[in-house]
Each structure stands twice: as structure tokens, then as C-alpha cells.
């Protein structure tokens, strides 16, 4: 399937890009954005979802509305997933959220696992947003996918925010099922691992450290 959508050519979505990236923004501002260009990036993210018809009752005549047929799970790759969350659940206020901790060997980029929070999915129809701003190598997002699936996932969204195309590339030979929503695909990832033009580091910015 290999799906990746892109929404930098929607003027909202550039136009925010531009202050998250910009080393002037401080953290304050690069927290309202991040969660402005989630909000961009979830809506695109839960277009394709499926709807059950409800009938209901309006003031005036009785009829029907399409409405979410399955859970959603928000599911951050602790830190700097935390940074989409608040989006999603406002757009979504009764999704369910679950959590991965990981973290990049800044020597061997490789990513280490420290928490999981997550149900047995196999349990009820659900869909999983898996947010996480930065993919760069890919090893952080095939990690938790793996972990996601073996409890039981099927149906896997990966929402982030700038994605270098060697990331991509990565999630798709481990996982051709997964489709990915990025507000950027950027140009590389330079000899430390970092996303270029990118933003520097998503979690330092967003916490401030
Ligand atoms: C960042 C980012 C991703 C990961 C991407 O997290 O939020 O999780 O790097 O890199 P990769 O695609 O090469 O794995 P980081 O490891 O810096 O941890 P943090 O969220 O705690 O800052
Ligand atoms: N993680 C980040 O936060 N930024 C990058 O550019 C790469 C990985």
C-alpha cells in the first residue's frame, strides 16, 4: 500500500511550518504551533476513517447522521509526541489515549524502549494514531509499531509533523501496511541524525530544556 500524504502546499500548513522551524520561535509560540499544525494534520488523518449511520431527532424532523464507527486511540511516542496530543483530543474528546516511551541513542541513533501504556487492541474495532513530530531514520516509529501490533493492532495511522524521506522509506519496508500524514517531507537527514531544514529537536523545543 506505501501511503504517505503530504499538506506542506496548503498555505495554513506552510505558513506554520515556518515559525515551528524558525530558531527565533521561542517555546510558548513552538507549543501553540505544534498543536495548530497537528490539528492540520489530524484532520487529513481522520478523513478516510469509517462512519456508521445514527439516526436522531432534530428540533424539527427526525433523521440520520454518519457518525465514528470505532474507537480512536492517540497514541504519543513519549516525549515528543505529548506535543500532538492536546489536538487530538480536542478534535476527538472521547479517543482513548495509550503511550510508548522512547528515546535515540544519540551515538548509534538506534531508538531505546522505556515505557509502554497500551490495551489489548485485538479487543474492539478500533484506530490507531501513532504521533510522533519528527521521523528521521524511522527507527523510533518501526519500534513502536512493532510494539502497537503486538498488542494487537491493526489499523495504524502515523501522524508527524516533518518526516525526512529516509524515514519513510524505513517505515515502509518494515510496515507496507501503515499510512503516514506529515505536514513535510524535508531533504535529508545530516551525519548526527537530524532532519534537514527541519527544527532542530522536537522534544528540547517543545519542553524548553
Ligand atoms: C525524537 C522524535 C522521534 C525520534 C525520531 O525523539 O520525537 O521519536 O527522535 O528519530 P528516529 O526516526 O531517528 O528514530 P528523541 O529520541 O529525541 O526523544 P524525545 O522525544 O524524548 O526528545
Ligand atoms: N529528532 C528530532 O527531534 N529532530 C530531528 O531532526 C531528528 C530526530
Redesign the pocket.
Known sequence: MSQVTELKSHPLVSHNLAILRSKDTDSQRFREVAKRLSSLVLVSATESLNTVEQELETPLIRTSEQVLAADIWLIP?????LAMVEAGLDLVPDAHVGFVG???NEET?L?NHYYKNLPDFSKSANNCFLL??????????CAAIALLKDHGATDIRLLTLISAPE?IKEVFAKHSDVVIFTASVDEYLNDL?YIVPGLG????RFFGI
Open positions: 511516542v513519549l516525549r515528543a509526541g522512547l528515546f535515540r541513533l531508538p510522533d513530530p519528527m521521523l528521521a531514520t524511522g527507527g523510533s516509529a524515514g541524525g529537536d522536537a522534544g528540547d
